[in-house]
């Protein structure tokens, strides 16, 4: 089981990195924040569904095609946990590299949605949250709890759907 989950993090993983590049250079420059937005979340929904693939797998071909809710929560929670911990190496990676150039994307986003008394409230909260905003580690854990919540949700619904008993 335990190569199953690595082998499965590991392509869960791969796809969320590939499909993060991609999303930010060829969809959020010339789409926007917002296409950005929903391309990223569906990308980590895309990636994640390796988790239900890895539980179908382990039903079919390892335990002779009977598996308890358990058993899938349990595989589906560590491919959600080890993808989310390399997500987070790679996106503290990602923010250190283009971190800068993220940030003034995002606030000229911001300078473009909001009126100028919506924007200087805007500008006063990112002062006041610079020293965590600016962190590579703090935007690498944000990225870990989001693709570890989303493969959580996946995890649960994929062993309910998958569970068999013989």
């Not at 990308?43 to 382990?58: D, P, R």
Request: neutral net charge; charged residues 10%; aromatic residues 18%.
């Amino acid at each position: 089981m335990k190569q199953l989950i690595v082998r499965y993090a590991l392509i869960a993983t791969g796809l969320l990195c590939v499909l993060g590049l991609l999303n930010w250079f060829l969809i959020a420059r010339p789409l926007g924040y917002q296409a950005s937005e929903i391309v990223g979340y569906l990308s980590m929904i895309a990636a994640l569904s390796t988790i239900f693939f890895a539980i179908k797998h382990y039903r079919s071909q390892l335990s002779g095609g009977t598996l308890t809710f358990g058993q899938g929560f349990r595989i589906g929670i560590w491919i959600t946990l080890i993808t989310s911990a390399m997500f987070f190496i790679y996106s503290c990676f990602y923010f250190m590299v283009f971190g800068d150039e993220f940030m003034a994307w995002a606030d000229a986003h911001f300078k473009e949605q909001y009126d100028t008394q919506q924007y200087q409230a805007y500008l006063s909260q990112m002062e006041q949250m610079d020293p965590l905003y600016s962190s590579a580690v703090f935007q690498g854990l944000v990225m870990f709890l989001t693709v570890f919540f989303i493969g959580l949700i996946i995890s649960l619904i994929s062993a309910s759907v998958l569970k068999r008993t013989a």
